[in-house]
């Protein structure tokens, strides 16, 4: 821990350590605010300001830039010191080293943002569902489909939204089974829209094993194909009637 004795107008008059970069008499005799960047000298000067007025300690979050740039990350807690009549007198400044911790939420940040960039970078409907087939999260085409937003699908059950004993009973096979499952063109109507009436669907249940193979999670991925199937459909009957009429034809002329 760093741990500085500072005075009422924010100078250091005492630092236990410094950082790599600094020595102590770079750093005693300066204020804190000489090595926060300048945009983290609000949220100090708060903190500062709620600890002098309550009387008790505070926190705050912090970034110092290194001699090479990089940045570093503190936790930094404010204690009031006091006389003996209660006035504060000083602030104690305890910072503890929380790069770490920052750049694996950074890290967790930018993966989260490169996943949705890659889940909504598709047309196929995107779901990642727990193993009581609730929704962890599902791409925009997903929640697209199902006219509702992204956070609306978190935490509810699938078969709660599209009630389907057979579809529920096919997702129990998948979790019992660890086999993945593949369908061509399968039925549906939806319980809350139906003037789209019967659409198809090409989907695939995917599960996610743990290290002792028991199922834990399920990549649930469908794409509608309503048009090719009503297409193919259409094709079939004027197929049909062609040679209906070609029968006809052939009885007459015989």
């Known amino acids: 821990d760093h741990i500085m004795l500072l ?19 770079e750093v005693v005799g300066n204020t804190i605010f000489d090595f926060v960047p300048s945009d983290y000298h609000q ?11 309550s009387g008790k300690p505070d926190r705050y979050e912090t970034k110092y830039i290194t001699a090479d740039e990089e940045a570093q990350y503190f936790d930094v807690r404010i204690s009031p010191l006091m006389d003996i009549g209660g006035n504060i007198t000083r602030l104690i400044s305890t910072s503890n080293d929380i790069t770490k911790r920052v750049q694996a939420e950074q890290a967790l940040q930018k993966s989260k943002e490169i996943q949705d960039l890659i889940l909504s970078a598709t047309d196929v409907l995107l779901a990642y569902l727990d193993r009581e087939f609730n929704f962890i999260i599902v791409n925009q085409a997903y929640a697209d489909a199902g006219r509702r937003n992204r956070d609306d699908f978190i935490g509810r059950n699938h078969f709660e939204l599209y009630p389907h004993k057979e579809n529920e ?40 094993k743990d290290e002792f193979s028991i199922v834990q999670t399920l990549v649930f991925s469908v794409l509608d194909v309503t048009e090719l199937v009503q297409a193919q459909n259409a094709l079939q009957a004027k197929t049909y009637d062609l040679n209906e009429r070609v029968k006809e034809l052939s009885w007459l002329y015989g």
């Open 7 to 25: 005075d009422m107008d924010y100078s250091i008059r005492f630092i236990n350590h410094t950082v790599a970069d600094l020595t102590e008499e």
């Open 43 to 53: 949220v100090a000067l708060d903190c500062f300001e709620r600890v002098v007025k």
């Open 169 to 208: 009973a096919l997702f129990e096979k998948v979790i019992e089974t660890g086999e993945p499952l593949y369908i061509k063109a399968k039925p549906f109507e939806h319980p809350d829209q139906p003037e789209r009436g019967t659409t198809y669907w090409n989907w695939s249940l995917i599960p996610i």
